[in-house]
């Protein structure tokens, strides 16, 4: 099993980064919240969990151990394989998952893409006996304030190849469509991504 990666950030994408470890190159599977943290040329450690298949060997890559334990926890209920996991992790911060699913709070579960109401439900019935300890105000922003987020997804942009014109028309279109709370970062940094892959 391989626990976690320490080296040097070789490339970056949408769906990962391969980090160079020992003059070998490792590809991982990122959500977008830790590839936005990642940039080339410079060291990274990401907390590793390594999905064996028949015909496959995937490692998929974390900011840190919190969010791989709850990556590895979400597998094992029903119907949820490492992609619809790293998908949670990628629209909601772990104590706004662990939250949801200690309150059986369906909706929140449902934003996620590929979960539905039953899915939902599935998730609160198997796992909220096993999500452990929620932080008292966790929430889906963990952190992201209106005057952060801007400069957070602005520099994932430009980390990801987009020139840092790109990257600001980019945000100022995620800023004119927010319309309530400001979600969290990954949700912010797919939207913006989404607008860039219409405009090449």
């Avoid at 979400?74 to 706004?96: E, F, I, K, N």
Wanted: glycine share 12%; with cysteine; charged share 20%.
């Amino acid at each position: 099993m391989i626990a976690s990666v320490r080296g040097v950030v070789a490339a970056v994408s949408p769906a990962g980064a391969v980090i160079e470890v020992g003059g070998v190159g490792l590809a991982v599977q990122c959500a977008p919240g830790t590839v936005a943290n990642l940039r080339v040329g410079e060291p990274a450690r990401l907390a590793t969990s390594l999905v064996v298949r028949e015909d496959s060997l995937t490692l998929y890559g974390f900011a840190d151990d919190d969010e791989k334990h709850l990556f590895e926890l979400l597998q094992t209920a029903s119907g949820v394989g490492p992609r619809l996991a790293q998908a949670v992790l990628a629209v909601h911060t772990p104590d706004a998952v662990r939250k949801a699913i200690a309150n059986g709070d369906t909706a929140a579960l449902t934003r996620v893409p590929g979960v539905g109401k039953k899915g939902a439900e599935r998730l609160v019935l198997e796992l909220r006996d096993k999500i452990g300890p929620v932080p008292v105000g966790a929430d889906g922003a963990a952190g992201v304030t209106a005057g952060a987020w801007p400069e957070q997804v602005r520099q994932a942009l430009t980390g990801l190849g987009w020139t840092a014109g790109q990257a600001d028309q980019a945000v100022a279109a995620v800023a004119e469509s927010l319309d309530g709370p400001v979600p969290p970062v990954p949700v912010l940094l797919k939207q913006a991504i989404r607008l860039l892959g219409r405009t090449r």
